[in-house]
């Protein structure tokens, strides 16, 4: 379907923008309440970032698609390892999250979106000690704060959705990879009962206005 027929729906789409993909996004752009730019990688280290595109193909997406009210995301991701080094280091993150922030900032970003995944159970603390370090300094800013969390994996919950649903402006829940290339076995990507599930366990931890499924 296109945009139009969606205009009078009491509903809010969310998208997640690559720079190989914006040709294909650009036709039902007006439909989404936030635009995502998945734009920047962790380098090894920690301390800087690496553009996944340049940015002349967000800002021209943006100028011929963006609508009034329209957010504004970068979406940021990287190896593990790296993450970690980060977590563990009060000066390194210091340093992380300044440039991140100049970065949002140079690019006139309505807010972050933290896409670390894979960083295990035992560092839930860290990582919820570096979102309230993170967003109590975007915050200051007028800078909004999402993070995605893994959803594959919520009967763990190697993160605190709790405490990440109290600091941060949106939580994304990735329902999907129930079954992926890591599996066992061939499976449905995000069956119904699991997706119900999981919305049911995060709407018990966190408010649902800022539930992004």
Excluded: C
């Excluded at 963006?66 to 991701?77: A, E, I, M, N, W």
Aim: avoid cysteine; hydrophobic fraction near 40%.
């Amino acid at each position: 379907e296109n945009a139009a027929s969606f205009e009078h729906k009491n509903l809010a789409f969310h998208a997640w923008i690559t720079p190989w993909n914006t040709e294909q996004l650009t036709e039902n752009s007006p439909i989404y309440s936030s635009l995502s730019a998945f734009w920047l990688t962790v380098e090894a280290g920690g301390a800087s970032f690496k553009e996944k595109g340049g940015w002349k193909i967000w800002d021209d997406f943006l100028a011929k698609n963006k609508r009034d009210g329209q957010k504004t995301f970068l979406t940021v991701s990287g190896n593990p390892d790296d993450i970690l080094l980060v977590l563990s280091d009060p000066g390194l993150q210091d340093q992380h999250l300044q440039k991140l922030l100049e970065i949002v900032q140079q690019h006139s970003f309505s807010g972050v979106d933290i896409n670390y995944e894979g960083l295990g159970r035992e560092n839930r603390t860290n990582f919820s000690y570096f979102i309230a370090k993170l967003t109590e300094k975007f915050h200051a800013q007028g800078k909004l704060v999402a993070v995605t969390v893994e959803s594959r994996i919520a009967n763990q919950v190697p993160m605190d959705w709790k405490v990440i649903g109290q600091l941060a402006d949106e939580v994304r829940l990735m329902i999907y990879d129930y079954h992926a290339s890591q599996t066992q076995q061939p499976g449905p990507i995000a069956p119904l009962g699991w997706v119900k599930e999981v919305i049911e366990y995060a709407d018990r931890l966190i408010e649902t206005e800022k539930l992004v499924i």
